[in-house]
């Protein structure tokens, strides 16, 4: 077994009707569920917000959502309030069959910093711990689905091929947020670096 099937942030708050709505997220559940069965493993990440947490507009008094705001670590943009520790729209789509998940990674829950990627924090340094579980089970080849392309999915991405692992990226299976080109500027980023784009 060397390929494992990475789902990314597949959780209402990124479904319509959520904090963080990404059109069409909910379209992707059923392909996702179908093409687990091909794997020999699957993995879930889960942004996993506490209250607190500094990527969120409404912690910084007079931020808009979707503003950037220098952090230590870099720019970051400012969300709407989603995916806190325990809340509904933390939750899984109810569709997505979490039931076949070997592992769940969750991702942000240190309040000072923001986690888009399911290897590394937004320092590029801090790690989750995905590259060691991956290795430690023989993984060569990714490939990656879910939420949302151009953040979560797309900085995974960039990671993964960085550690040395074969990727592919099942566009028909992601769905982006789309801010100011960042899907544009994302998909060149993962050409120029390797990410195969399916
Ligand atoms: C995500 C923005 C903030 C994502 C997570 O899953 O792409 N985007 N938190
Ligand atoms: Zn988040």
């Known amino acids: 077994m060397t390929s494992a099937l990475i789902v990314i942030d597949v959780q209402n708050d990124f479904c319509p009707g959520g904090a963080l709505a990404v059109a069409g997220g909910d379209a ?16 879930l ?4 917000h506490p209250a607190g947490h500094s990527s969120f507009a409404d912690n910084h008094a007079g931020a808009d959502p979707y503003s950037m705001m220098d952090m230590p670590y870099g720019p970051q943009v400012l969300w709407p309030r989603h995916c806190v520790q325990g809340s509904n729209g933390a939750a899984f789509h109810d569709d997505l ?18 986690s888009y990627s399911a290897f590394f924090e937004n320092d ?56 100011d080109g960042s899907l544009v500027g ?8 390797g990410v195969r784009l399916a």
């Open 28 to 43: 992707i559940v059923a392909g996702i569920n179908v093409l687990m069965a091909e794997f020999g493993a699957v993995v």
């Open 45 to 48: 990440t889960q942004d996993w």
């Open 97 to 114: 069959n979490s039931d076949r998940a070997d592992m769940i990674i969750r991702k942000g829950f240190r309040s000072q910093i923001d």
């Open 124 to 179: 590029h340094k801090t790690p989750t711990g995905l590259d060691g579980y991956l290795r430690s089970r023989g993984v060569t080849k990714l490939v990656l689905t879910g939420l949302a392309t151009d953040f979560c999915v797309g900085f995974s991405a960039l990671d993964a091929v960085a550690q040395g692992f074969d990727v592919t990226v099942r566009m028909d299976l992601c769905r982006a947020i789309d801010l």
């Open 186 to 193: 994302m998909v060149d980023k993962m050409k120029a670096a």
